[in-house]
Structures are given as C-alpha cells and as structure tokens.
T-cell receptor, first 117, second 111 residues
Framework: GAVVSQHPSWVICKSGTSVKIECRSL??????MFWYRQFPKQSLMLMAT?????????EQGVEKDKFLINHASLTLSTLTVTSAHPEDSSFYIC?????????????FGEGSRLTVL | QKEVEQDPGPLSVPEGAIVSLNCTYS??????FMWYRQYSRKGPELLMY????GNKEDGRFTAQVDKSSKYISLFIRDSQPSDSATYLC???????????FGAGTRLFVKA
C-alpha cells in the first residue's frame, strides 16, 4: 500500500521555540494532505487541509498563525508549530490522499509526538 | 448530534471471540465507508474500504454497510491479541473531500 512518512516521530522543545513536522508521500502524489491533532484516548481532530500550491484551509478554532502549513510539492507538506507552549503538546498526524486513488481512502503517517517543556 | 457516533469502549474479549464494532451516522450523503486500525502511539492504517451499501470481506475482517439504517459494522473473526488496538470508522461524501472520523473504539483481546 501507499506509504506516508512523517518526521520527526517525537520532539521535545522549550516553550517559545518553533517546531517543524514533515509529511511525505513516498510512492504517490498527494494533491491534498490533512493534519490532525490527537489527544490521549481521543479520536483525530482535523486541524487543516493542505493543498499543493495553495493556502491551507483551517478548521474552526485552529489558529493559522500558530500552526503554519506549507504544501510546496506533490509529495511534501510541513506543519510548523510556532512559539510552542506546553498546551501545544500533543500527537500530530498527517494523512494524504493519492490523487489517483479512491475517494475517501487516506494514508496516514506514523505521527509526531510533541512535548513542549 | 455528531455526524458519526462510535462507542469508545473499551471492549474486552477473549482470544478467538467474534468482535463486532459499530458506527451510526446522520448524513445520508455519505457514500464511502472506511475502517482504520490504530495501535498505540502510531498513525491509523486502513483496514477496510467500502462504497455504498453491502458487505466486504478480507480475511478475518468483514465490513457491512446498511445505508437505510445509517449503520456500519466491522466484524473480526477469531480475534487475536494482536488485534488489540483502537478501531476508527470513517466516512466521506461523493466528491469525498473531507473524511469524518468516529471517536474510535478501543479493543482488548485477552490471551
């Protein structure tokens, strides 16, 4: 099946610093990627939809200036958590849709666990 | 009312049992139905993908969709401890831009 690589898998940073998470589709082209946040024992919360070559679409309540998303190519999207604070600590997961794949079929990265001290 | 309702569990069963996981939904425009499995601290992986109503079988897994009742199920036969994970149902409309996820059901299969 299609592979989505997410890096780093875990990161610890100091409060006030910025952290970048990468999401790559390794063997397919993804015009659309999605970023989620997941709290312990809870489901996925969609943060934003990342479209190649255009601005991301953010869900209600998600601060676009805090969570910067860039989708510069058909295989790479990045999420930058700016001026991170302890409340931003969470599990962040990306998913990608194969532009030639079935509707609704998403491939997920392994997730990135962010801990802000 | 949430668009997709899923009992979070946890559901605990003995090894070898048949497991039934379910979701209900309210949006009649959903046409694509998926089940994802998520192990702890990992990203979800696609298990089953179904379009519209009907059944689909893959090994020990069977997915059922009943659009008239707005109800989908995932059955796991001969459950194994390695099946212990969180199972997420997910749905998309035709045009399928956004996927809506259920809360996920945590399953524990005891050896």
């Amino acid at each position: 099946g299609a592979v989505v690589s997410q890096h780093p898998s875990w990161v610890i940073c100091k409060s006030g610093t910025s952290v970048k998470i990468e999401c790559r589709s390794l063997d397919f082209q993804a015009t659309t990627m999605f970023w989620y946040r997941q709290f312990p024992k809870q489901s996925l919360m969609l943060m934003a939809t990342s479209n190649e070559g255009s601005k991301a679409t953010y869900e209600q309540g998600v601060e676009k200036d805090k969570f910067l998303i860039n989708h510069a190519s058909l295989t790479l999207s990045t999420l930058t958590v700016t001026s991170a604070h302890p409340e931003d600590s969470s599990f962040y997961i990306c998913s990608a849709r194969d532009r030639q794949g079935a509707i609704g079929e998403l491939f997920f990265g392994e997730g990135s666990r962010l801990t802000v001290l | 009312q949430k668009e997709v309702e899923q009992d979070p569990g946890p559901l605990s069963v003995p090894e070898g049992a048949i497991v039934s996981l379910n979701c209900t939904y309210s949006n009649s425009a959903f046409q694509y139905f998926m089940w994802y499995r998520q192990y702890s601290r990992k990203g979800p992986e696609l298990l089953m993908y179904t379009y519209s109503s009907g059944n689909k079988e893959d090994g020990r897994f069977t997915a059922q969709v009943d659009k008239s009742s707005k109800y989908i199920s995932l059955f796991i036969r001969d459950s194994q401890p390695s099946d212990s994970a969180t199972y997420l149902c997910a749905m998309s409309e035709t045009g399928g831009f956004k996927t809506i996820f259920g809360a996920g059901t945590r399953l524990f299969v005891k050896a």
